[in-house]
């Protein structure tokens, strides 16, 4: 398989799982990941280990939406090698909460692939969002267009 076909299988394997995350489908966004993923989300608790507990803590997340999430992958890169895959971008989540109100933010995603059985699985995710430093609290409001980059010397 050449490396392009890869990357394609990837991308669509990421796509499939940004779908079935909007449509709030948790056997569907289960289905990317590969039993001993390890997963570093955004809230909640600092490390998952395995399926079953991500499982448990995606089922708390959707628990918290009244219909459908939102979920919009930004500069989305990817870099295939092999059987491994490395992925980063900037997603912007959220949906109508219990509460009647819409509600979103931006984070940064990693998300590492293996080839399992002929299938790309998530074997490792990773969700972050910057903090102020004065108040301790992380910051969801930041917009894809604030970059900084060093500049070359």
């Known amino acids: 398989m050449t490396t392009a076909n890869a990357e ?17 489908d948790l056997d569907a966004i289960m289905a990317n990941y590969a ?6 989300d955004a809230m909640g608790v600092l490390e ?17 939406m009244n219909g459908p999430m939102k979920f919009e992958m930004h500069k989305l890169e990817v870099a295939v090698q092999a059987d491994i895959a490395f992925c980063h971008y900037l997603v912007n989540c959220g949906g109508t ?13 990693t998300v590492c692939l293996r080839k399992i059985g002929g299938k ?17 609290k992380a910051v969801f409001d930041l917009k894809p267009d604030s970059v900084t980059q060093a500049s070359a010397a």
């Open 8 to 24: 394609a299988e990837v991308r669509a394997r990421l796509d499939a799982w940004a779908k079935a995350t909007r449509a709030g």
């Open 35 to 40: 039993q001993d993923v390890r997963a570093f």
């Open 48 to 64: 998952f280990v395995g399926a079953a507990a991500y499982r448990e803590h995606w089922k708390t997340c959707l628990s918290y």
């Open 97 to 109: 909460g219990l509460d009647g109100q819409e509600h979103d933010g931006w984070t940064r995603a």
């Open 120 to 136: 790309w699985l998530v074997v490792h995710e990773h969700f972050s969002a910057p903090f102020d430093p004065e108040s301790g």
